[in-house]
Structures are given as C-alpha cells and as structure tokens.
C-alpha cells in the first residue's frame, strides 16, 4: 500500500507562511490525484488544493491567492505553500492520493498547522 507523510506543520502567526509537504512511498505517476484537506475543530475535513494528473488544480475558495500546490515527480512529493495565513486555517492537515488503476485513496496521518492572532 501507498504510504503518505506530511511535514511542515507548526505554529505561525497571522500574516507568515508555512509550507507542507508530502513524500509518497510509490510513483506519483501512478495517481490519479493529488491533494491537500484539512479539519478544523468542529468542522468537516475539507478539500484545500487538488492537482490531477493532467495538471489541472482546483483550490478551495478560502485559499485562492495564498496558497500554491505544486508536484515533484523526482521526489515523489506534493506539497502546498501557505502564505499570508490567517487564524481560520488553523487545522489538521492531511494529504491524500488517489491511484489510477484502483481508484483507491490513501492518507497522511496529518499534521497540525496553528495560526495565532
């Protein structure tokens, strides 16, 4: 199975940035999609950034213009460049893939991203 784990999580105040990112244990040639959710306390995990295999990237409407999602084929790697974060996008973070053959999805164990006022 697809093995996922985030790093770059932490604490950061209102107005810094972090970057996340997620190494995968298999060819990331082999996915379908790629992408970066979130749950914030009391909420629902959301979607925050998805790329496809065709490159096509799709952000969730509370990210556009800060966040950035990009791929490394030779590191097997996504990762998600936050800027200008806020305290709302305090939340634990998780990556995902999708495989094409299967279509099964795999996680990340998640990592905390705080954002102080």
């Known amino acids: 199975q697809v093995h996922l784990v985030e790093s770059g999580g932490g604490l950061v105040q209102a107005g810094g940035s972090l970057r996340l990112s997620c190494a995968s244990s298999?060819?990331?040639?082999?996915?379908?999609?790629m992408g970066w959710y979130r749950q914030a306390p009391g909420k629902q995990r959301e979607s925050v950034a998805i790329i496809t295999s065709r490159g096509n990237i799709d952000y969730a409407d509370s990210v556009k213009g800060r966040f950035t999602i990009s791929r490394d084929n030779a590191k097997n790697t996504v990762n998600l460049q936050m800027n200008k974060l806020k305290p709302e996008d305090t939340a634990v973070y998780y990556c995902?893939?999708?495989?094409?053959?299967?279509?099964?999805?795999?996680w990340g164990q998640g990592t905390q991203v705080t954002v102080s006022s």
């Open positions: 995902a893939v999708e495989l094409i053959v299967t279509s099964v999805r795999y």
């Open positions: 298999e060819s990331i040639f082999g996915f379908k999609a």
